[in-house]
Nanobody, 118 residues
Protein backbone atom coordinates (compact mmCIF):
# COMPACT_ATOMS: atom_id res chain seq x y z
CA UNK A 1 0.00 0.00 0.00
CA UNK A 2 0.90 3.64 -0.56
CA UNK A 3 -0.47 6.21 1.85
CA UNK A 4 -0.99 9.78 0.61
CA UNK A 5 -1.72 12.87 2.69
CA UNK A 6 -2.66 16.24 1.15
CA UNK A 7 -2.31 19.66 2.76
CA UNK A 8 -2.43 23.34 1.84
CA UNK A 9 -6.07 23.84 0.91
CA UNK A 10 -7.89 26.90 2.23
CA UNK A 11 -10.17 29.77 1.22
CA UNK A 12 -8.80 32.50 -1.06
CA UNK A 13 -10.15 35.30 -3.23
CA UNK A 14 -10.23 35.11 -7.01
CA UNK A 15 -6.85 35.94 -8.48
CA UNK A 16 -5.00 34.59 -5.48
CA UNK A 17 -2.55 31.70 -5.21
CA UNK A 18 -2.16 28.49 -3.23
CA UNK A 19 0.33 25.66 -3.09
CA UNK A 20 -0.93 22.18 -2.30
CA UNK A 21 1.35 19.44 -1.01
CA UNK A 22 1.04 15.67 -0.91
CA UNK A 23 3.38 13.37 0.97
CA UNK A 24 3.65 9.72 -0.04
CA UNK A 25 4.73 6.85 2.18
CA UNK A 26 6.94 5.47 -0.59
CA UNK A 27 8.00 5.98 -4.19
CA UNK A 28 5.55 5.28 -7.01
CA UNK A 29 5.92 5.35 -10.78
CA UNK A 30 3.80 8.46 -11.20
CA UNK A 31 1.68 10.94 -9.28
CA UNK A 32 -1.17 13.28 -10.15
CA UNK A 33 -3.72 15.78 -8.89
CA UNK A 34 -7.46 15.42 -9.39
CA UNK A 35 -10.36 17.53 -8.17
CA UNK A 36 -14.06 17.10 -7.52
CA UNK A 37 -16.72 19.74 -6.97
CA UNK A 38 -19.97 18.91 -5.12
CA UNK A 39 -22.36 16.95 -7.31
CA UNK A 40 -19.81 16.55 -10.11
CA UNK A 41 -17.48 13.82 -11.29
CA UNK A 42 -13.82 13.76 -10.40
CA UNK A 43 -11.67 15.65 -12.94
CA UNK A 44 -8.05 15.38 -13.95
CA UNK A 45 -5.90 18.41 -13.09
CA UNK A 46 -2.23 17.55 -13.63
CA UNK A 47 0.05 14.52 -13.86
CA UNK A 48 3.80 14.06 -13.55
CA UNK A 49 6.25 11.27 -14.38
CA UNK A 50 9.26 10.41 -12.26
CA UNK A 51 11.36 11.98 -15.03
CA UNK A 52 9.61 15.29 -14.44
CA UNK A 53 7.51 15.28 -17.61
CA UNK A 54 4.10 16.88 -16.97
CA UNK A 55 0.58 16.87 -18.39
CA UNK A 56 -2.17 19.40 -17.62
CA UNK A 57 -5.88 19.74 -18.15
CA UNK A 58 -6.62 22.54 -20.62
CA UNK A 59 -8.46 24.65 -18.06
CA UNK A 60 -5.41 24.95 -15.78
CA UNK A 61 -2.63 25.39 -18.35
CA UNK A 62 -0.65 28.54 -17.70
CA UNK A 63 -2.05 28.85 -14.17
CA UNK A 64 -1.14 25.63 -12.33
CA UNK A 65 2.24 23.93 -12.03
CA UNK A 66 2.80 20.38 -10.81
CA UNK A 67 6.18 19.42 -9.38
CA UNK A 68 7.77 16.83 -7.12
CA UNK A 69 10.56 16.35 -4.64
CA UNK A 70 11.78 12.80 -5.17
CA UNK A 71 13.94 12.82 -2.06
CA UNK A 72 10.98 13.69 0.17
CA UNK A 73 8.39 11.73 -1.86
CA UNK A 74 6.34 14.92 -1.98
CA UNK A 75 4.07 16.20 -4.74
CA UNK A 76 3.15 19.87 -5.17
CA UNK A 77 0.55 21.85 -7.06
CA UNK A 78 1.21 25.57 -7.38
CA UNK A 79 -2.06 27.29 -8.27
CA UNK A 80 -2.02 30.88 -9.51
CA UNK A 81 -4.73 33.19 -10.84
CA UNK A 82 -7.38 31.14 -9.07
CA UNK A 83 -10.97 31.34 -10.26
CA UNK A 84 -14.24 30.55 -8.45
CA UNK A 85 -14.67 27.53 -10.74
CA UNK A 86 -11.47 26.09 -9.26
CA UNK A 87 -13.38 25.50 -6.03
CA UNK A 88 -13.26 21.77 -5.31
CA UNK A 89 -11.82 19.04 -3.16
CA UNK A 90 -8.34 18.35 -4.50
CA UNK A 91 -7.01 14.81 -4.35
CA UNK A 92 -3.50 13.46 -4.65
CA UNK A 93 -3.10 10.16 -6.51
CA UNK A 94 -0.28 7.73 -7.21
CA UNK A 95 -0.04 4.70 -9.44
CA UNK A 96 2.03 2.07 -11.26
CA UNK A 97 1.75 3.50 -14.77
CA UNK A 98 -0.15 5.65 -17.27
CA UNK A 99 -3.41 5.71 -19.13
CA UNK A 100 -2.36 7.74 -22.12
CA UNK A 101 -0.38 10.65 -20.70
CA UNK A 102 -2.16 10.53 -17.34
CA UNK A 103 -1.05 8.75 -14.20
CA UNK A 104 -3.21 5.72 -13.47
CA UNK A 105 -4.30 6.35 -9.91
CA UNK A 106 -4.24 3.26 -7.75
CA UNK A 107 -3.83 5.04 -4.43
CA UNK A 108 -5.66 8.15 -3.26
CA UNK A 109 -5.40 10.71 -0.50
CA UNK A 110 -8.45 11.91 1.41
CA UNK A 111 -8.37 15.35 -0.20
CA UNK A 112 -7.86 18.98 0.75
CA UNK A 113 -10.54 21.62 0.19
CA UNK A 114 -9.86 24.67 -1.98
CA UNK A 115 -12.46 27.44 -1.98
CA UNK A 116 -12.13 30.48 -4.25
CA UNK A 117 -14.48 33.41 -3.67
CA UNK A 118 -15.34 36.11 -6.18
Amino acid sequence: QVQLVESGGCSVQAGGSLRLSCTASKYTYCMAWFRQAPGEERERVASIKSSGSTTYADYVKGRFTISQDNVKNTLYLQMNSLKPEDTAMYYCAAGPGYSGSWCLGSYWGRGTQVTVSS
